[in-house]
C-alpha cells in the first residue's frame, strides 16, 4: 500500500509540474481563457456530476470518476484520474470524508485550480452526525433533495466565478434544475404515502439513508456505519437479525455499490429463526446506474429507489 501512495504522490508531483508549464506557456500566448472554449469539469461521483451538466449545459464537460458499482468510501485514485484532474479548469467533489482516501489530492489539486467540496456547502445545522464519530458528519447528503439543492447552488457559484460571461445560462439551467428536484421531491412523497407508516422501515447493509429516512419518515436500520470502511462482526449480524424477528419485517435491501455477503447473512440467520424475509430489491445508495440510462441519472436513480422502497414495503 505504502507502494502505490508513493507512485501517486510522484506521478501528481510529475503532472502537477507538467501542468504549470502547460498554463505558463498559455498565459504567454494569452489563450488562457474560458469564455472562447468549453470549461473542463472534473467530479468524483456520478452524483455531482449530474449536477454539473445540468447547470454546466452546453459550456462545460464533465468526467465521473467512479462509475457503476464503485465504493467511494474505499476508492483510491488511479493514475489516470490524477490526470484528468491535473487537465481540469475545476474540481467538485462532496467532502465529509466520502472520498477519504483522496483528501491529500484534493489538499494538492486546491492550490492549482478551484477544488470544491459540494456538500459542505450545506450549514452544518442542517447535517447528521455519525453516532460513533459525532464530530463528523454523515456525508451522503444527495438523499435529501431539500439539502442537495445547497450542491447545486454551490456548483452554480463556482462555474460563475471561473465563467461570467456565461452567468445568466448557469443561473437559468440551475433555475430549471431546481424546479425538477422540487418535482421529484414531490413524486416521492406522494409515493412514500403508500407505505403505512409502521412499515416505514428500511434496512440496508451500510448506514447511508439516514438522511433519506429524516425527509420520508423511515426509521432507517444498517448493518455498516456510514463508512463502507467499519468493520461488522457477528453480534452486529445478530442484532439485525433479532430485530427482523421482533419487529415482524419482511424485507430488506441490497446495495449496487456493497457486496450482498453481508445482508445474505442477515436473511439466511433470520430464515434459521422461523423468520421469512425478501430481498426487496437493490437500492443505488453511494454510486449510480450506467450513463445513458435513467438511473446513471440523479432524478432516475432516485425515484428507482423510491420505486423499489414502496413497492417492497407497501
Not at 503532472?15 to 504567454?28: N, P, R, T, W, Y
Not at 423468520?275 to 445508495?285: A, N, P, Q
Amino acid at each position: 500500500m505504502k507502494k502505490t501512495f508513493m507512485y501517486l504522490g510522484v506521478s501528481l508531483a510529475l503532472i502537477l509540474a507538467g501542468c504549470g508549464a502547460k498554463e505558463a506557456s498559455s498565459d504567454q500566448q494569452g489563450q488562457n481563457n474560458n469564455s472562447s472554449s468549453t470549461i473542463e469539469a472534473v467530479a468524483t461521483i456520478a452524483q455531482i456530476g449530474d449536477i454539473v451538466k445540468n447547470v454546466g449545459g452546453k459550456h462545460v464537460t464533465v468526467k465521473s470518476l467512479m462509475g457503476p458499482g464503485t465504493d467511494p468510501h474505499l476508492y483510491r485514485a488511479v493514475h489516470s484520474d490524477i490526470q484528468d484532474m491535473s487537465e481540469a479548469d475545476i474540481i467538485f467533489y462532496n467532502g465529509h470524508h466520502l472520498e477519504g482516501n483522496m483528501i491529500e489530492i484534493f489538499e494538492q489539486m486546491r492550490e492549482q485550480k478551484p477544488t470544491i467540496p459540494v456538500a459542505e456547502a450545506i450549514p452544518e445545522s442542517k447535517l447528521l452526525a455519525d453516532p460513533a464519530n459525532p464530530e463528523i458528519y454523515d456525508p451522503h447528503v444527495w438523499f435529501d433533495i431539500e439539502l442537495w439543492k445547497y450542491a447545486v447552488k454551490a456548483v452554480r457559484d463556482e462555474l460563475i466565478a471561473i465563467d461570467p460571461e456565461h452567468e445568466e445560462d448557469y443561473t437559468q439551467n440551475t433555475a430549471t434544475y431546481l424546479q425538477k428536484l422540487d418535482e421529484l421531491n414531490a413524486y416521492a412523497k406522494q409515493r412514500v404515502s403508500e407505505i403505512p407508516e409502521k412499515s416505514r422501515v428500511l434496512v440496508t447493509a451500510h448506514d447511508a439513508f439516514s438522511y433519506f429516512g429524516n425527509s420520508f419518515g423511515f426509521e432507517v436500520m444498517g448493518l455498516q456505519g456510514l463508512s463502507t470502511e467499519a468493520e461488522f462482526g457477528l453480534k452486529d449480524v445478530q442484532r439485525l437479525i433479532d430485530t427482523l424477528v421482533e419487529r415482524n419485517i419482511k424485507a430488506v435491501f441490497i446495495e449496487s455499490s456493497i457486496s450482498e455477503r453481508s445482508i445474505n447473512a442477515v436473511v439466511e440467520g433470520a430464515k434459521k429463526k422461523g423468520h421469512e424475509v425478501s430481498i426487496g430489491g437493490e437500492l443505488y445508495s453511494d454510486a449510480m446506474g450506467p450513463e445513458g440510462t435513467e438511473e446513471g441519472t440523479y432524478i432516475g436513480m432516485f425515484k428507482h429507489n423510491i420505486d423499489t422502497i414502496v413497492e417492497a414495503l407497501k
